[in-house]
């Protein structure tokens, strides 16, 4: 078992254009977090699967962007009509539970938008 | 509110020296306490945790942290710095925050290094 993988790890776009993250946790960790961290501060929590189920969003997280965990593995966090402001480093976390309190973090995703 | 603070933005050590990080928590109860480094561009990385029990809790690299009830804090230590730790360290706590277990975050604390 690698880790947690996230996919890319560079990604830069344009205003307005759709940008998709990957993140591959590690294998049979039921519980899986995407946080969002930007220059000079912690991780900010974005949202929350238990297996597939969606079970929490912050109100951080707003109607662009959206999250999925099909079939309980992987996990896709989509931006619409990005905005300079959603420059920032995306990072997704996996654990099992029972078995983990602490959060196993992937590489990161750092998306810049000009 | 439920916060973890880190005092400290930015700590400048020389190398062979010791080191301490500071972590205060605002929690109703004891939480699972965490602190995570960060090198340039990377994901997290576990330096060590704290349930329960002994309050002096082993980590990797050489690091290890003291839980203080009373001062809601859980401080990083290490007896004689390398240059390899210059990093960014977070504290975090692990709990139970509007039904879900998650993790709220300090701000970091940015570690430089002096030959």
């Known amino acids: 078992d690698t880790g947690v993988s996230q996919n890319p790890r560079h990604k830069i776009t344009k205003r307005g254009q759709n940008v998709t993250f990957r993140c591959d946790p590690i294998s049979e960790h039921n519980r899986l977090y995407w946080y969002r961290q930007t220059l000079g501060q912690g991780p900010e929590f974005l949202t929350y699967?238990?297996?597939?189920?969606?079970?929490?969003k912050s109100r951080l997280l707003s109607d662009r962007f959206s999250a999925e965990r099909p079939k309980g593995s992987f996990s896709t966090l989509e931006i619409q009509r990005t905005e300079q402001g959603d420059s920032a480093m995306y990072l997704c976390?996996?654990?099992?539970?029972?078995?983990?309190?602490?959060?196993?973090f992937g590489q990161g995703t750092r998306l810049t938008v000009v | 509110a439920q916060s973890v603070t880190q005092p400290d933005i930015h700590i400048t050590v020389s190398e062979g020296a010791s080191l301490e990080l500071r972590c205060n928590y605002s929690y109703g109860a004891t939480p699972y306490l965490f602190w995570y480094v960060q090198s340039p561009g990377q994901g997290l990385q576990l330096l060590l945790k704290?349930?329960?029990?002994?309050?002096l809790v082993q980590g990797i690299k050489g690091f290890e942290a003291e839980f203080k009830r009373s001062q809601s804090s859980f401080n990083l230590r290490k007896p004689s710095v390398h240059w390899s730790d210059a990093a960014e360290y977070f504290c975090?706590?692990?709990?139970?925050?509007?039904?879900?277990?998650?993790?709220?975050f300090g701000t970091g604390t940015r570690l430089k290094v002096l030959a």
């Open positions: 704290y349930f329960s029990g002994d309050t």
């Open positions: 699967f238990q297996n597939e189920a969606q079970l929490e």
């Open positions: 976390a996996s654990r099992q539970d029972p078995g983990n309190t602490e959060a196993f």
């Open positions: 975090a706590v692990g709990a139970q925050y509007s039904g879900t277990y998650k993790y709220i």
